[in-house]
């Protein structure tokens, strides 16, 4: 599969990982693999895996492109304009909403 821009979605909650590779398919397969093995790098996506279930999440390319420079720049444009993003340092909660304690599944 081609290189770009990638999002993970919790379609229960709407939060979103947002995610760019030279190889899309191989990234997914990456991520699938992490995520099932409680391994996975982001602990607050890592967490809503293990609690939703994986049948909760969807894999969508958003556009396919080249160059590491354009992937990057698409990437953070993205992440900045989605209010609800995993990517974020930490787990950002929106105004009013209490954090959970994460755990591992």
Known sequence: MKEGIYTITNVVNGWVYVGQTGDLEKRW???????????????ALQY???????????FNVIQQCGGKWQ?????????????????????????GQVAEERTGC
Not at 73 to 80: A, K
């Open 71 to 95: 992937r990057n720049r698409l990437e953070r444009s993205l992440i900045n304009a989605l209010p609800y993003v995993y990517n974020k340092c930490g787990r950002t909660m929106p105004l």
């Open 29 to 43: 397969q990456t991520h699938q693999r992490d995520l099932n093995n409680n391994s996975h790098s982001n602990e």
């Open 48 to 58: 809503d895996w293990c609690y939703y279930g994986p049948d909760w999440f969807r």
